[in-house]
């Protein structure tokens, strides 16, 4: 996939360590990296009040963000997430294998529950000073308790807490939307 080995000329593929460009890729080359740098204060500042609003209120409704090693958890919703929003979801072994690809300490699945009911969850993963946000998935239950934003907020917290500065989307749609 895309990223900092952009253009492949001859030294950025040395650098690929025995990975070789497909014929296509997934994830759309255009992202959205957001400045972890500054206090948690600051960063929220830089959100949209609503955003903002909706972290607060996941928390004010009892919605918990936990670690987890529970990728059967996250497959789940994501199978939820695919049907609802229409879009093809990998297998579960597809997400157990991009999990394990990374070493523990750069690696989380966080989960969003209430009551104990996972309701959101993210793959993130760090190296270095960059993190990414790979996968995020979400159940019908509860959504009215903002559990997305919530466990997104929670991964950009984790992500500084790994050393990261930057936390990027990973992909954007590559052409504008019609409205």
Not at 61 to 81: C, H, I, P
Request: aromatic residues 12%.
């Amino acid at each position: 996939e895309p990223d900092a080995w952009e253009p492949l000329d001859e030294k950025r593929r040395a650098q690929m360590n025995g990975f070789v460009e497909g014929a296509a890729t997934i994830q759309p080359r255009r992202t959205l990296v957001l400045d972890l740098r500054g206090s948690e204060a600051d960063i929220l500042g830089r959100m949209k009040q609503k955003t903002r609003y909706n972290i607060k209120l996941a928390e004010k409704k009892g919605v918990v963000v936990r670690q987890s090693e529970d990728v059967g958890a996250f497959n789940r919703l994501m199978a939820v997430t695919g049907a609802r929003d229409d879009f093809g979801v990998h297998t579960p072994a597809y997400y157990q294998k991009a999990f394990d690809c990374f070493p523990v300490q750069e690696r989380a699945l966080l989960l969003a529950e209430y009551e104990g009911q996972p309701l959101a969850g993210v793959m993130v993963f760090a190296h270095g000073e960059r993190s990414w946000y790979f996968y995020g998935a979400s159940s019908d239950e509860e959504r009215n308790r903002m559990p997305t934003y919530l466990v997104q907020w929670e991964a950009m917290r984790w992500a500084r807490s790994h050393g990261c500065t930057t936390y990027d989307l990973w992909g954007v749609p590559d052409e504008e939307e019609e409205v």
